[in-house]
């Protein structure tokens, strides 16, 4: 189904961003999506959310959910979760772990990467003969709705382009996001100045939901928090939409004796 399939591609592949990047979240910092697919107005949602980790000193964790809602779940069931570990200092993705559930279908994986030996783990706990170590080419991972939420600390111009590296469960290939152009949208939290960013695969045969003529935008608002407003993903039949609509800024940092203290 391909509802399933726009959860799948919004919250379990995967895509690469430049060494040395800030984290594109902050703890305490959280997005929920409305997710509409032909006339289901609250088809699905999707959540995704910050926090630092109990006894894992400098690392950062984002968790996502997706899941259908409503009449659409009543009719297809579908629920996933996903649980990064991020390096604080470079930005980097250390660990992914994905679970899914759509009716009788179930898929557990995860991935570990080292940079150092230019390899990551896939582990399929549901089906381990497809385990294995795999290369990494240059780039670091990271999964594609944080990577679409990465876009917005690049600042790309308007017309301008920047190369990633994707992975979708254990393939790789490489896709281009382009800034396509501005557009005014409003929504729940009210109106924004957007940049339309679309990434396209250029520098090789078409594969995925690519292959099948696919398309993914993403609007980034153009005030200074550049949130994420609204994901959208083409297929040949039908589209879905991911629309924000609750937003949580990051937590005041903390000092040593754990006060909250301001932003500077």
Do not use: C
Request: no cysteine.
């Amino acid at each position: 189904m391909r509802f399933a399939l726009l959860l799948a591609v919004l919250g379990l592949s995967a895509l690469s961003a430049p060494a040395q990047q800030r984290p594109v979240l902050q703890p305490g910092e959280s997005f929920a999506y409305r997710v509409g697919w032909g006339l289901f107005y609250g088809a699905g949602e999707i959540k995704i959310a910050a926090d630092l980790p109990a006894g894992q000193p400098g690392r950062l964790r984002v968790r996502t959910t997706t899941r259908t809602r409503g009449l659409a779940h009543s009719i297809y069931e579908f629920e996933a979760a996903a649980e990064s570990i991020f390096d604080l200092a470079t930005g980097r993705l250390l660990f992914i772990s994905e679970k899914s559930s759509a009716e009788t279908k179930h898929t557990e994986t995860r991935r570990t990467f080292d940079y150092q030996e230019h390899s990551f783990r896939y582990t399929d706990t549901l089906r381990p003969e497809r385990s294995r170590a795999l290369p990494l080419p240059s780039g670091e991972p990271l999964d594609l709705i944080t990577s679409l939420l990465q876009t917005r600390t690049w600042n790309l111009p308007l017309g301008g382009h920047r190369d990633v590296l994707a992975v979708f469960d254990d393939e790789l290939y490489e896709l281009t996001v382009y800034a396509e152009r501005y557009e005014e949208i409003t929504t729940s939290l009210g109106t924004f100045n957007t940049l339309v960013l679309v990434p396209r695969m250029e520098k090789g045969p078409p594969k995925g939901m690519f292959k099948r003529g696919s398309t993914v935008r993403v609007w980034i608002s153009q005030d200074e928090r550049h949130l994420p407003v609204r994901f959208k993903v083409d297929f040949k039949f039908g589209a879905g939409t991911a629309t924000l609509t609750q937003y949580e800024p990051p937590a005041p940092p903390v000092i040593a004796d754990h006060a909250p203290v301001p932003h500077p």
